[in-house]
């Protein structure tokens, strides 16, 4: 295995090259933080020694994650989103191997991958490449976030099928790029794999929205009302936010209404909501 590109050792994300060992960009923006020891680098080679390892298992029954353990970066899991024309990776992680690789192929593979943003960009690269060069859909917000050039769509507006019954919705919250997938979920229902674009919190009857979440800056309340209200006319009533057993397991539609609304009394921006 020889997987060398620089991964930035605190957001996980992976750089084209050796000379991208300098600092990380994703990190030296306000919504992140470069690591307390330092701007520090690895490779995934490096993390197969340290002992890190690909995971994949199911976050429900029938719907599958892909993490890393022990944990590492920022920690996220993925979800394989299934459906005709086949599998959908949402979100990505920093580390992938031979193993890893064929763990998916064994729940059905991979079609495409599409991220929420660039905090959960991994090695979207790496990854794209391990099953043939797949498309990597990134909205065109956040073009200038790639740290790497591959199969790489640009995708422009508000919303865009990338396979069948798998949509992306552009909300907007967290980077300009910020993105959901709505697919139709195990039950029918509806669902959406939110990342942290809509965070699902502690108390997993909620979400909340955030610019930056290490640094707690709160999202605008005008970005918040138009992200939930262009959700609002999908159907949907589970929420798969960007961490194992981060779900809102039922009526989560309204709880996001609720939530948006709790968020905007307390900044004092209430009333706003579908008015
Ligand atoms: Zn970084």
């Known amino acids: 295995m020889d997987r060398h590109h620089p991964i930035c050792r605190t957001c996980g994300v992976q750089r084209a090259s050796d000379a991208d060992r300098t600092v990380c960009p ?3 923006d306000e919504r992140q933080y470069v690591g307390w020891g330092g701007q520090r680098w690895v490779s995934i080679t490096e993390l197969h020694a340290e002992g890190f390892r690909g995971v994949v298992r ?7 994650g892909v993490g890393v353990e022990p944990s590492v970066c920022i920690g996220q899991r ?19 191997d031979d193993e890893t690789v064929a763990a998916v192929e064994r729940v059905g593979g991979l079609a495409a991958i599409a991220l929420s943003h660039p905090h959960f960009y991994g090695s979207m690269v790496e990854w794209s490449k391990a099953f043939g060069d797949i498309p ?6 956040d073009a200038s976030w790639v740290p790497r ?7 422009e507006g508000e919303r865009q099928e990338i396979l069948p019954e798998r949509t992306l919705v552009n909300c907007g919250i967290h980077f300009p790029g910020g993105s959901v997938l709505h697919w139709p ?3 029918g229902k509806g669902a959406l794999c939110t990342g942290d674009i809509f965070t699902v919190v502690m108390d997993r009857r909620w979400v909340s929205f955030m610019y930056s979440y290490p640094n707690l800056i709160p999202e605008h309340p005008d970005t918040i009302l138009r992200a939930v209200s262009l959700v609002d006319s999908l159907p949907y009533d589970t929420v798969y936010g960007g961490w194992w057993g981060r779900v809102v397991a039922g009526g989560a539609k309204a709880r996001v209404r609720a939530s948006a609304d709790r968020y905007l009394a307390r900044v004092g921006a209430s009333g706003g909501r579908r008015s």
């Open 26 to 28: 994703v990190c030296a």
């Open 58 to 64: 199911q976050e429900s029954p029938g719907l599958w």
């Open 78 to 96: 993925a979800l394989v989103v299934p459906g005709p024309g086949g599998n959908v990776l949402f979100d990505c992680v920093p580390y992938v």
């Open 136 to 141: 990597v859909y990134v909205h065109a917000s």
């Open 149 to 155: 050039s591959g199969n790489i769509v640009l995708w």
């Open 185 to 187: 979920g195990l039950d």
